[in-house]
């Protein structure tokens, strides 16, 4: 059996205040440390906050930042760790990205592909879209006879756009991690939860378990940034798209979760979905309309 | 009106009322922390929106850091004194009694002789007096003033620029008056002051939906229709609702824009506040 517990750490970061948001990640490693938890997993921009705007330079950080990596020293006994902040590169770009924190190092670095300027969101105005989607080989606290696990981190909005759990399903990741900063809007008894957000993210995430035959690991952020309330509902869902474990809405908690990653095995053999997807036919028809787009070819 | 979803009327607007106090409470609780003020104080009227307010706020931060402020007229019915020292007594919060009459009748006096005052003006007049009141009591109490207008209310613009309109933050301006009636119902509001017709209390007997011609659950049906779904307003008429109110309530939509904004600044220099130099409203200093 390749168990692991896992922990979602649905904290409300503090809006810019990088030294407060440090501590904050520190305390809950240490609590998902002494809760036996292997992987601790935090929401989207959590070390910075999520409505920057005009900050979002000025709390950007390389991966290389020594504070980035004493967090990731925290992580040399266990737990690892997925954390998220802003990304500055060589190049002067700033990514909303998701490290993993492994055996005291930073590992594996996503960058949110999708960044989501419509409605109430304003991203693309402030960051760049990252572009690339690879899944990555984790320990999780686990010995050499458990083995690694295969995992995929998708920020907020990535999984939105199916296709990015799919990739990261097809290159290898048996546990899908989603970091968000979701804000809750659509307040309605006919929504699930009573909240339009919580319910058509619980459609989606249940789905995306399903589909990708995978677990699903979904933290979402608590707390305020100016007009916007965060509304939590971190989950763990299982490969056959069951809700397994569920945070509260609106308060913070340290979700645990135990997962069987043996039960994707079985679950990939009973439904072979990602055996029978047609890569070639996918990638031959996303052709033909790009270039039809493009005006390359007859529509 | 129940359409292929099979929703009633009310169903569209009805709200999971727990979620949503715990929802503003989280909005209060925050702003009051990111702001560092040590209370919260708000102009109560003895009508829903700050009775509900002043709950919510309760409930959020506590009552021992609430202060309310009862500012009447004149003009302001007994009833309303009366509603709102009934919440002060539910609440067990710090209250204070400071009448505007004597600023208001000092501004009236110092009109040019001869000029005579709409009510408008008038209700204006009050309602700034009350926002430099409050503002004035926040500096006092280390507080924060927090703001009580609804949505139905701002959308159509039935409020005061720079008078009631003014706030540090305000929880339940994306509330529709039938969602705060649910919600008021939900956290214990008095009953009183949840039936009872709303009013800006600018004279003797006015109440909103006589003064503005409407009821509220027909202006927030069709207020939900023309902001939240986006519908042509001709879709809106399609569905039964009288072609003279849909247009109407359109009109002062459009003609109430600006007092859901800040001023626009010209624009001169390289970077502008409100154009391309955005902060949070707080951040803490960085190293």
């Given at each position: 059996m390749r168990r692991r517990v896992l922990a979602l750490a649905q904290i409300a970061p503090a809006l810019g205040d990088l030294a407060q948001n440090f501590a904050l990640h520190q305390a809950k490693i240490a609590e998902a440390r002494a809760a036996g938890a292997d992987l601790v997993i935090f929401p989207e921009l959590g070390l910075t906050g999520y409505q920057l705007q005009d900050l979002a330079p000025e709390v950007a950080m390389r991966r290389s930042d020594p504070r980035l990596q004493a967090l990731a020293k925290l992580t040399s006994g266990g737990p690892s760790a997925v954390v998220s902040f802003v990304e500055s590169t060589d190049d002067h770009r700033l990514f909303a990205a998701a490290a993993l924190l492994e055996g005291g190092e930073v590992r594996h670095v996503a960058r949110k592909c999708y960044l989501p300027t419509y409605g109430l969101f304003d991203e693309r105005r402030f960051l760049a879209a990252g572009d690339a989607i690879r899944a990555t080989r984790a320990a999780l606290g686990g010995s050499a006879v458990q083995g690694d696990v295969g995992i995929g981190i998708g920020v907020c909005e990535d999984f939105w756009h199916p296709t990015l759990p799919s990739i990261l399903a097809q290159d290898g990741a048996e546990l899908l991690i989603n970091v968000a900063a979701g804000p809750a809007r659509g307040a309605s008894v006919d929504a699930d939860q009573g909240l339009g957000s919580a319910a058509s993210w619980g459609t989606l995430l249940r789905a995306t378990a399903a589909l990708t035959t995978s677990y699903v690991a979904f933290t979402n952020r608590v707390g305020v940034d100016e007009s916007l309330i965060f509304w939590g509902g971190s989950r763990v869902i299982g490969p056959d798209g069951v809700v397994l474990a569920e945070a509260p809405l609106f308060e913070e908690a340290l979700l645990l979760a135990e997962i069987d990653l043996d039960e994707v095995a079985r679950a990939r053999t009973a439904l072979p979905l990602l055996r029978d997807e047609r890569l070639e036919l996918t990638r031959r028809e996303y052709d033909r309309i790009i270039a039809t787009r493009a005006g390359l070819e007859e529509a | 009106m129940s359409g292929e979803s099979g929703r009633?009327?009310?169903?569209?607007?009805?709200?999971?009322p727990e979620m949503v106090a715990a929802m503003c409470r989280s909005f209060i609780t925050s702003h009051v922390a990111s702001t560092g003020a040590e209370r919260v104080v708000l102009g109560l009227s003895g009508g829903i929106d700050s009775a509900l307010v002043a709950y919510l706020t309760a409930a959020a931060i506590g009552a021992d850091r609430l202060v309310v402020v009862l500012m009447p007229t004149a003009s302001s019915s007994p009833s309303s004194k009366a509603d709102a020292e009934a919440i002060v007594s539910d609440l067990g919060c710090q209250s204070e009694l400071i009448s505007i009459e004597a600023p208001l009748a000092a501004l009236l006096a110092n009109l040019p002789a001869g000029e005579s005052v709409t009510p408008v003006r008038r209700g204006n007049m009050a309602a700034r007096l009350r926002m430099t009141t409050l503002y004035d009591r926040s500096a006092l109490h280390r507080g924060v003033v927090v703001g009580t207008g609804n949505k139905s209310e701002m959308l159509i613009g039935y409020s005061t620029i720079f008078g009631d309109a003014a706030s540090a933050f305000n929880p339940i301006g994306d509330l529709y008056k039938t969602q705060v009636r649910e919600l008021s119902r939900h956290l214990g509001v008095p009953t009183q002051i949840i039936e009872k017709a709303p009013s800006a209390?600018?004279?003797?007997?006015?109440t909103d939906e006589g003064e503005g011609g409407f009821d509220y659950p027909t202006l927030d049906r069709v207020l939900y229709r023309i902001v939240d779904r986006r519908l042509p307003l001709e879709d809106v008429i399609a569905e039964g609702f009288d072609r003279e109110f849909v247009l109407r309530v359109s009109e002062m939509i459009r003609r109430s824009e600006f007092k859901r904004q800040m001023p626009p600044i010209a624009k001169v220099g390289g970077r502008s506040s409100g154009s391309d130099y955005l902060y949070p409203r707080r951040r803490p200093k960085l190293d």
């Open positions: - | 009633t009327p009310h169903d569209e607007l009805a709200i999971d209390d600018l004279w003797p007997g006015q």
